[in-house]
Structures are given as structure tokens and as C-alpha cells.
């Protein structure tokens, strides 16, 4: 079976000075893939290339071979990709509902909220509630919880765990098995937080000054205590 | 007593249509951050254009829809040839560009049109009825009250109960969230542009057969009394377009009867100067900033 996503030797550069150098990856179906580095190590911008906000220099995207190089941003939708980004994203102006609703409004039929409901009890509460009246766990669910509106086949994740209490981290982490597990979500997750994405990936990549340092099972990068002295600094 | 309601009324009709301008340039300033200086010239060229055809055929109606439909076209024209390209980094250069336009639109009615005040008539009576020996209302009033109520419940509507209205709001607020979404937001930048620039068309319609006619300067103090509006109401609000339309046409209508109509433009540039110094950020502005 070939992978779900597929990213050939991927270059991005702001200006001059590349990014992300010859970055290559799979995910596969039901997988969940964590990307994890420092700071600065391209992170972010894996996921914005990956979600057609930047253009690649060179290298190859494609998801279920379907090539999505070129592919504008707001299309992106359609094949399948959904992009939580950094900060979460939720529209402080509108309501939790109307969030939610955003989400499928790129197809032609109404969308389904009350599955997003009954996954998020505490967003089913604040419906009317606008966006700004949310905290951080309530905002990155609802996030999560638009994402998956959209019914995506690749869930692009970045950062959920920042700035949240380490039982809402646990909590979305669990959740994010618990998706892969039913419905055969994928998933490519950015975190600083080593430990919780690791705990749920499958598979994981250290990113260093946008090259890929290694790839591995999640298990075996968790144990690696080499890698994780260098990179990971824990 | 009979005065003053005669003046409360005109001063309303007045009001609706410096509210339905006024909502124009909320619906822009909240889709683009651009305060439409060019509102007024752009309605004047539709209004000429609906003239036109009412002039060529005989029905007010069909110039009507011409000029509605062209506020449409023009809009959506004037977003995505000039505006669109507009970098707006400052506040400025929008502002600057839309005045260069209103000067454009102004220069080239004048050549086709000429410069002198052209009848515009009116399609329903502007004779008053008498309600106990006071002449209150005529049929171009209620005219006037039922398309600006007309437009805010449609537009209430739209922005409120449908997907379109929802994609269009987010792309104002977030746009590049939305473009995940998948909102095409440049087209909802568009449509937000047609949109106002028809609801300008419809005000202009409006105002002009209570004016000395059709002139390529007509909508100037129709532009000042209705920015007047926005900002006393706030340039985020609806709402506050809509009392604050109210509120300067009251204001107009009891300055130019009690004291004399060439005090009248005078009483609104104060009360315009009144409010940006006291709350700039208007009435009905929510107190907190926008972020995203």
C-alpha cells in the first residue's frame, strides 16, 4: 500500500536563504507522524507548505498520489487537508457554532455538528458563546473540532499543546488516538512538547535547521537518548 | 409642536437615507479596512446611469434596477481593478486612491453628462398627507422607509442566517484561517464591495429627486452627513450606521428648520468633529480591539 501523504525531497525558502532542505516523509492512513526539533528547525513551515500558504522551491507533495504542489489554499479542503495552525486559529468574532459551521461550508450539503458535539462536551455548552470568550483547551477544541468537520483524510497539527495545562494536553493527545484508531485519521503533528506527541505518534521525524535529522518509531526515538540530548533537550 | 413633527419626520426620511449610505461604508470599511471616499461618486455615476435608461424607456423602474444592478457592477469592478491592488500597509493609501477615483468618476460624468443639475423625478408623489392639519408623510417617505428597512432586514439576514453571509464575515475577520476553511476570500472581498457599492446606488437613488437633481457633485453632503453617521455609530457597526443615519438626519432637519438650511452642513461637520474627538471609535463600537 503506498502512503497517504508523500513528500519528496521538499525545498522552501523565504527569499535566499531555504527553510526546509530536501525534507522527505510519508504518512500513511490511520498514522499519526510527529514532527518535533526546536525552535527555528522549519516546523511551522512544513505544515504551511504542506497546506499550500508557501510555495515550494522544488520536491514533490502528494497525497493519495494526487500531486498538490500548486494547489491554492483555500482548495486545499477538498483533497482532504486540514491545517490547525499555530495559535489555533479560531475566529475570536463568531461563535463557537458558527466556528464549527465554517468548517463545512466548503461542501455542498449542510454540515454534521452533532458528532463535533458529542466528541467536545464542553464546547456543546458554549455554543453561542463567541470565540474570545473561550479559553485555551476550549479554543484548540474547538480548532480540532472545526478541523474535523471538514472531514479530512490528513489532520495538519501544529502546536495544540501550547499553552495548556498538561490534563487538556493529555486529553487532546488521547483524543487524537482515539480518531486514528476509529476512523483511521491521519495525522502530522508539530510539537515542542516531546513527551505527549510521542506518547501518541506513531512515527516520528526530528526536524534541525530545516533537514531531517532521523526518522523513527516513536518508541525507538523516545529511548534514543542521544537524539533526545541533542535535539530534543530533554 | 405641528413644526417639530413635521421636521421629525422629514428628519427621519432624511436619516434613512443617510443610514442606508452610511451601512455602505460600514459593510466595506468591516470587508476591506477602507473607508470608501469614492461611496458618493460612485453612486452619483449609477444614479445617472438608471436616469439614463429611465429617460430612454419611460419606467422609473427599469432605471431603478439599472442603477441598483450597476452599483453591483461598479462595485465589484472598482474592488477588483484599483482596490485590490492597493497596498495597504497605510491606512492612506486607500483613502488617497478613493478620493483620485472620486475625482475620475466626476470629471468623466461631467464630460458626458455636462455640469448643470439634471431633472430627476421622483416615482411616487412628494405631497404630504395630513394627519389631523399637519402634512407628516408623503408616498416617496414611505418609499424611502420601506426599501432602507427592506435592505437592513435583507442584509441582516444575509450576513446572519446564511453560509454566504458567514463566509463572508469570516474572511473580514480571519482571512487567512478562513482560506484554510476553504473560504475563497478575495471573492467574498468582491461580493462585499458589489454589495455596498449597491446599497450606495439604492441611498443615491434615493436622495436624489429630494435634491436639486442630478449633478456629478450631488452626493457630497449626502457623503459627509452619512461618513458623519458611520462614525457616530461606529465604522464597525450596522447598527450604529443605522441610528446614527437617524440621528444625523434629525439633526439636519432641526438645524435647517430652526435655524436656517446654511447652517445645516455646518451643524454636521461639528457634530462630526464632536465625535472624533469624544469617541472616535463611535457609539456602538465594541471595547474591544481587533486582534486577528
Do not use: C
Amino acid at each position: 500500500m503506498s502512503a497517504l501523504l508523500e513528500v519528496h525531497e521538499l525545498t522552501v525558502g523565504y527569499g535566499a536563504a531555504p527553510v526546509l532542505h530536501d525534507v522527505s516523509l510519508t504518512v500513511d492512513a490511520g498514522q499519526i507522524v510527529a514532527v518535533l526539533g526546536a525552535n527555528g528547525a522549519g516546523k511551522t513551515t512544513l505544515l504551511r507548505t504542506l497546506s499550500g500558504q508557501l510555495k515550494s522551491e522544488a520536491g514533490r507533495i502528494t497525497l493519495d498520489d494526487q500531486d498538490l504542489r500548486g494547489v491554492k489554499v483555500e482548495r486545499m479542503v477538498r483533497h482532504g487537508i486540514a491545517h490547525v495552525p499555530e495559535g489555533r486559529g479560531v475566529v475570536t468574532e463568531l461563535t463557537v457554532d458558527e466556528n464549527l459551521r465554517l468548517g463545512g461550508l466548503w461542501r455542498k450539503q449542510k454540515p454534521k455538528l452533532d458528532g463535533i458535539y458529542d466528541l467536545f462536551p464542553a464546547l456543546a455548552q458554549r455554543r453561542s458563546h463567541l470565540g474570545h470568550q473561550l479559553s485555551g483547551g476550549e479554543r484548540q477544541m474547538l480548532a480540532i473540532g472545526r478541523a474535523l468537520v471538514a472531514e479530512p483524510r490528513l489532520l495538519l497539527l501544529d502546536e495544540p499543546s501550547l499553552g495548556l495545562a498538561p490534563k487538556i494536553t493529555a486529553q487532546i493527545m488521547a483524543l487524537l488516538r482515539d480518531l486514528r484508531d476509529r476512523t483511521g485519521l491521519a495525522v502530522l503533528l508539530v510539537e515542542q512538547n516531546v513527551r505527549s506527541a510521542l506518547s501518541v505518534a506513531d512515527q516520528g521525524l526530528v526536524l534541525s535547521l530545516g533537514r531531517v535529522v532521523t526518522r523513527n518509531d516513536a518508541a525507538a526515538l523516545a529511548g534514543d537518548a542521544d537524539l533526545r540530548h541533542v535535539y530534543l533537550g530533554f | 409642536m405641528d413644526r417639530f413633527l413635521y421636521l421629525t419626520f422629514d428628519g427621519l426620511s432624511r436619516g434613512a437615507v443617510y443610514a442606508a449610505f452610511a451601512l455602505a461604508l460600514v459593510l466595506i470599511w468591516r470587508a476591506a479596512r477602507i473607508v470608501n471616499f469614492a461611496q458618493g461618486a460612485m453612486a452619483v455615476a449609477t444614479a445617472y446611469a438608471g436616469y439614463s435608461v429611465t429617460n430612454a424607456t419611460g419606467s422609473y423602474w427599469l432605471g431603478f434596477i439599472v442603477a441598483i444592478v450597476g452599483g453591483l457592477v461598479l462595485g465589484a469592478l472598482v474592488e477588483r481593478v484599483v482596490m485590490r491592488f492597493v497596498d495597504h500597509s497605510s491606512p492612506l493609501n486607500g483613502v488617497v486612491v478613493a478620493l483620485g477615483l472620486v475625482l475620475i468618476i466626476q470629471g468623466v460624468l461631467g464630460m458626458i453628462y455636462g455640469n448643470e443639475f439634471r431633472p430627476a423625478p421622483a416615482p411616487f408623489s412628494r405631497d404630504a398627507f395630513q394627519f389631523g392639519g399637519v402634512a407628516l408623510l408623503s408616498r416617496y417617505d414611505l418609499f424611502v422607509f420601506a426599501a432602507v428597512g427592506a435592505v437592513v432586514v435583507l442584509l441582516t439576514l444575509l450576513f446572519t442566517r446564511t453560509p454566504t453571509g458567514l463566509r463572508m464575515r469570516a474572511a473580514a475577520f480571519a482571512p487567512d484561517v478562513s482560506r484554510l476553511l476553504g473560504v475563497p476570500v478575495s471573492g467574498m472581498l468582491t461580493l462585499g464591495w458589489a454589495l455596498a457599492a449597491a446599497v450606495g446606488s439604492l441611498a443615491g437613488m434615493l436622495v436624489v429627486p429630494t435634491e436639486l437633481g442630478l449633478h456629478p457633485n450631488a452626493m457630497d453632503l449626502l457623503f459627509i452627513s452619512a461618513f458623519t453617521a458611520a462614525v457616530l455609530g461606529g465604522l464597525d457597526s450596522p447598527v450604529g450606521a443605522v441610528v446614527g443615519g437617524l440621528v444625523v438626519g434629525l439633526l439636519l432637519t432641526y438645524v435647517s428648520g430652526y435655524l436656517g438650511a446654511t447652517v445645516a452642513p455646518m451643524a454636521v461637520l461639528i457634530l462630526l468633529v464632536v465625535v472624533l474627538l469624544g469617541r472616535p471609535d463611535g457609539l456602538f463600537s465594541r471595547a474591544k480591539a481587533r486582534t486577528a
